[in-house]
């Protein structure tokens, strides 16, 4: 256990499903990320919020909606997906997110492993 | 443009010495961290390198050549449970937390 769980652990939906990831961590952390694992392809980094402040969107499309209502907390809204948008979704933390400073540890939550049909 | 090279697969018989190499061309460097991942599993934190050298905890040590863009992960008295992915790590751009992952190694140790 890492102190960063996620719900649903899997999910299978259609393309025109709206579902919602959900992130929870206990860490006591400042910081919130989501990552995106696809098969044979390295995690890629899709947002970051600080302080409930979303600090990092990279490129990624709108049928992906994030919320971080409060620091505990991080949701990804996810409707009218792709089929190519199956994939492993990480949740991570971090004390803190600093520019200018050497990156804080991550700690993961286990991931919903996500189907679209 | 940023690039984490690691070897897709490796093997290894238990109780043997595996190292895991990274490799790495980013704008900037902060600092290389190596993960492990079982699979179904969230990543887990192993090492974080940021000045030359090894560093060593236990089983594992990482180590780093910021001049050569190269670390490597050694894995001793390797053990059946170590069976995982191997995630490589770089913080590569002056300013930003931001980290850069490789593709990971997968490693299966055999008895």
């Known amino acids: 256990e890492t102190g960063v769980t996620q719900t649903p652990r899997h999910l299978v939906m259609g393309m025109t499903n709206k579902k919602s990831l959900k992130c929870e961590q206990h860490l006591g952390h400042n910081a919130m990320y989501w990552y995106k694992q696809s098969a044979k392809k390295p995690l890629e980094l899709m947002f970051v919020?600080?302080?409930?402040?979303?600090?990092e969107n990279n490129s990624v499309p709108s049928r992906f909606s994030p919320e971080c209502p409060n620091s505990s907390h991080l949701f990804l809204h996810l409707h009218t997906l792709q089929p190519e948008d199956s994939a492993l979704y990480l949740c991570?933390?971090?004390?803190?997110?600093?520019?200018?400073?050497?990156?804080?540890?991550?700690?993961f939550g286990p991931g919903t492993r996500l189907t679209v049909l | 443009g940023q690039n984490i090279d690691q070897p897709t697969e490796m093997t290894a018989t238990e109780g043997a010495i595996v190292q895991i190499n990274c490799t790495y061309q980013?704008?900037?460097?902060?600092?290389l961290f190596w993960y492990q991942q079982h699979a179904g599993e969230a990543p887990t934190f192993l090492s974080y390198n940021v000045l030359d050298g090894l560093e060593e905890k236990g089983r594992f040590s990482s180590f780093l050549s910021r001049s050569k863009g190269y670390s490597y992960l050694l894995l001793k008295e390797l053990q059946m449970k170590d069976s995982a992915s191997y995630l490589c790590a770089v913080e590569g751009q002056e300013n930003t937390d931001k980290l850069i992952f490789g593709t990971g190694t997968r490693l299966q140790v055999f008895p």
């Open positions: 919020y600080s302080l409930e402040e979303r600090v």
């Open positions: 991570a933390s971090s004390q803190d997110w600093e520019q200018g400073l050497a990156a804080d540890t991550q700690y």
């Open positions: 980013t704008s900037g460097f902060n600092g």
